[in-house]
């Protein structure tokens, strides 16, 4: 492989800096809109193998990307395993009961059937010319964000059940089947065509600093080894997590996702791997100025070190596509 992204991670190259967005396929784009409104179902939407094709090349076909992120989500995982998955509007992801009983019943040829078309969806998508000589993402939560979403059930930026971690049996347990699926999701992926895992840890912040080994290193340094045995590079964002450095320390990824509420000019003095994001998405709703402001800021701290422009979270959907395209050719004529 000799795409941007892989030069920048690979071969350490500081001349390039290859870009893409969380969320680039979404509800900014009005092409989307006009899908989902069809398919108001959205596990079902994720289940359709032209759609998630059409749907993940949406933001190649406007803009000079570097890669396409596959159209999914993390909340397939659990679907996968039988829990149910409902996303209701203006609300979010909405899970059913959870039961360890039947998860356990589960083995990887009833999963990887139930998500077939995801990766037929990612199979097709690797063979499109829009992403030749590109890279496609495929991704997956780390293991602490999904079972935050199993236990919690919804979203926990709407509510937190302050209990949900009392029982560490159960913890130790669920893990533990999460983290074998979350591989055998990643090894489909792969074989189909994923030239880049990301790993979402949205959830990082939420862990105490003395449950940081327990539940984000050691489940995600095991997911980032296995990424790694298929030589494929890993990228990580454990977003607002507190120790950027020791994160990436103990994790060793290929490439490291920043949040836009940390100082970059720390992560540059602190860290030596490659650097991805950290704009905030919100600057997007302003004006050019201020966009040309605040990415001249990211461009020009890591001019000297290997970096994928990106955001500190997924684009908004308040978002004009005309702006994302404006810095996409900002980015790519940044000298
Ligand atoms: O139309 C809609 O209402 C659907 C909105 C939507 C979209 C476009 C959801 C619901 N998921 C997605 C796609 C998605 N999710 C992608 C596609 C690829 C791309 O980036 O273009 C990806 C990578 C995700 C990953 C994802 N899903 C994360 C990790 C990243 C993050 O946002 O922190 C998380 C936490 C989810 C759960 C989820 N799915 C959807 C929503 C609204 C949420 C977040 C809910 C919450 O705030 O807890």
């Known amino acids: 492989m ?31 809109r006009k899908i989902r409104k069809e398919n108001p ?7 359709n193998k032209n759609l998630i094709n059409q749907i993940t090349l949406q933001p190649m076909e406007r803009f000079n990307l570097d890669a396409a992120i596959i159209f999914s989500d993390i909340l397939m995982l659990p679907y996968g395993l039988g829990q149910e998955v409902e996303f209701k509007k203006n609300f979010g992801p909405f899970l059913g009961n959870l039961n360890i009983n039947n998860f356990l019943k589960v083995n990887e040829e009833d999963f990887a059937n139930k998500l077939k078309p995801v990766y037929e969806g990612i199979n097709t998508t690797s063979k499109s010319k829009l992403i030749k000589n590109k890279d496609l993402i495929g991704f997956v939560g780390a293991p602490w964000t999904i079972l935050v979403y199993m236990l919690n059930k919804k979203s926990p930026k709407k509510k937190i059940s302050k209990n949900l971690f009392n029982d560490e049996k159960l913890i130790n347990n669920l893990l533990k089947i999460i983290e074998k699926f979350l591989k055998i999701h990643i090894k489909n992926q792969i074989n189909n065509g994923a030239s880049i895992i990301q ?20 489940p995600t340094v095991n997911l980032v080894e296995y990424v790694k045995s298929f030589k494929i590079p890993v990228i990580c964002f454990p977003r607002n997590i507190r120790n950027y450095k020791k994160y990436c320390e103990k994790i060793l990824p290929d490439a490291i996702n920043i949040d836009y509420e940390i100082d970059p ?11 991805q994001g950290g704009l905030d998405p919100k600057i997007l709703l302003t ?38 395209d404006y810095l996409v050719k900002y980015v790519k004529d940044f000298k």
């Open 2 to 32: 000799n795409t941007n992204i892989y030069k920048c991670l690979i071969n350490k190259n500081t001349n390039i800096n290859p870009v893409w967005f969380m969320r680039q396929a979404g509800r900014y784009l009005p092409e989307f």
């Open 41 to 47: 179902n959205f596990i079902k939407l994720c289940l």
């Open 199 to 218: 790993i979402f840890d949205s959830w990082a912040g939420l862990v105490d600093e003395k449950n940081l080994e327990k539940y984000v290193y050691n």
């Open 265 to 275: 000019k720390k992560i540059l003095k602190e860290i030596k791997i490659p650097v």
């Open 287 to 324: 004006d050019k100025n201020n966009i040309i402001k605040k990415t001249n800021y990211y461009l020009n701290i890591f001019k000297d070190h290997p970096y994928i422009f990106n955001l500190g979270h997924g684009v908004l959907p308040e978002t004009d596509p005309i702006m994302l």
